[in-house]
């Protein structure tokens, strides 16, 4: 059996239990019911928008069909770690989420259903945002469905604090950037705010958009391709891994971005202590929810600085699908096909009308409902990403994950100066060979 995750937790026994996944179950009456495990919970779903859609979409789901679900909800911080130590275990639920990244192994292992007849049957599928069904798609199989549209960088500033040390926009370049960064220290404030606790955080919201703009689109999609084309030692990648070293030594961080989480970055970011923060389109829902109506207004979007000489364009976006809901491979007849259903129904308008309500872009190309109005940032939000004249994979959602587990660790490491481009080069492109064994 190949390596379902680089690293297996040592929680299997703790979670073993948690789920019994992969069987038809019927209550009393008959009814079917399936087991659901998914990373939307209560309390998250409270004050997040982009939790609170799905979560409904899958509760509602019981409202329009003949049967019951058994739904398991863990915080998206603990939920990577449960998923493992229950595929560990062989002892998946029935229908539950994924990341893109995590496809593959699940593919290899047999653990997921190939749902190819369910998408092109689909009702709706033509209305489906484009390339969301990519990371999910293995040859002419399909293995999940999209439940989010995610544009993963943009910049956010404040407008105010830039034009104080003389930019009436936000830099154009890296040198730019670099620049201000003794005028911000001396009001006492950081450049950018960021919060890189999780190790994703710079994978998602800053390499799968800077990433292209060095090497081109093309060697993303070569690397993702696995075609021999490209690697983790060319000279475009080895650039990359430069600039971040460059980044991180540059002071234009926070001291305590390694140990802070990207919401704890945006409330600095609030306070005033910082110019601007990096993160994704989930931030729109945190900064609406948390600033007040003065700072909306002054809260502006921005591409990441333009990287001189560089292959790709410099006013891409990283946007696509990183989570999935999928299917246990061991369901059979009826449940199945339920499960199926199921996992169309919460991918498609439904779904994608909820989020188009909330000021945010859905799965399928919907319209807000009449009368809806929309606040200030998800406003900016949806003119920025309409800006954008090109779309780039999210490396996090197409890239094996124990390539994406080694690469988040050197990025670290390259952060905080510890190691050099070539070493942490090599150790990517070993396990990226390694994943394809």
């Known amino acids: 059996m190949k390596k379902i995750f680089t690293i297996l937790c040592l929680t299997v026994l703790v979670c073993s239990q948690l789920i019994a996944g992969g069987s038809k179950e019927e209550a009393s009456d008959g009814t079917l019911t ?11 779903a ?9 979560r ?3 509760l509602s789901y019981e409202d329009i069909s003949d049967i019951n679900l058994s739904i398991t909800e863990i915080q998206h911080n603990e939920y990577e770690t449960k998923l493992q130590s229950l595929a560990a275990a062989d002892n998946l639920p029935d229908v539950f989420t994924a990341k893109g990244s995590w496809i593959p192994n699940f593919v290899d292992n047999e653990m997921i259903a190939d749902i190819s007849d369910a998408v092109n049957d689909c009702q ?30 943009m910049v956010y500033y404040n407008k105010a604090l830039w034009e104080k040390i003389g930019y009436d926009q936000f830099p154009t370049t890296w040198e730019e950037l670099f620049a201000a960064i003794p005028k911000f220290e001396a009001m006492g404030i950081d450049t950018i705010s960021f919060g890189n606790n999780g190790k994703w955080q710079y994978n998602s919201s800053w390499i799968s ?13 070569d690397i993702i391709a696995q075609n021999n084309k490209a690697a983790f030692t060319d000279p475009e990648f080895i650039r990359l891994l430069d600039l971040t070293t460059e980044i991180g030594q540059s002071g234009a961080l926070n001291p305590d971005y390694a140990v802070i989480g990207h919401q704890q970055s945006s409330s600095q970011f609030l306070q005033g202590k910082a110019a601007c923060v990096i993160d994704g389109y989930w931030n729109v829902e945190y900064l609406a929810s948390n600033a007040s109506k003065e700072m909306q207004e002054n809260i502006e979007m921005a591409f990441l600085p333009t990287v001189k000489d560089g292959k790709g364009s410099q006013t891409s976006i990283a946007a696509g699908c990183g989570w999935f809901v999928v299917v246990n491979s061991k369901l059979e007849g009826e449940a199945l096909e339920e499960a199926k259903k ?15 309500d909330v000021g945010l872009i859905g799965t399928c190309k919907t319209s807000p409902s009449e009368g809806v109005e929309l606040d200030t940032l998800h406003q900016k939000y949806i003119n920025f990403v309409d800006s954008a004249t090109e779309t780039t994979p999210i490396w996090d959602a197409n890239i094996n994950a124990s390539v994406i587990a ?10 905080a100066g510890r190691t050099t481009s070539e070493k942490a080069a ?5 396990e990226y060979l390694a994943s394809q064994e």
């Open 34 to 44: 399936l087991n659901v495990m998914h990373h939307y919970t209560k309390e998250e």
């Open 426 to 430: 090599k150790l990517i492109q070993e």
């Open 46 to 54: 409270s004050t997040d928008n982009t939790r609170k859609v799905p």
């Open 406 to 415: 080694t690469m988040n660790d050197q990025f670290v490491e390259l952060l």
């Open 56 to 58: 409904e979409t899958f």
């Open 342 to 356: 199921l996992a169309m129904y919460v991918s498609g308008p439904v779904l994608s009308q909820g989020i188009t």
């Open 124 to 153: 709706w599928l033509d209305e489906y945002r484009d390339g969301l069904y990519l990371p999910v798609t293995q040859g002419s199989a399909i293995y999940g469905a999209p439940l989010q549209f995610s544009a993963t960088t």
């Open 209 to 221: 958009a800077l990433g292209p703009r060095v090497s081109g689109t093309q060697w993303v999609n």
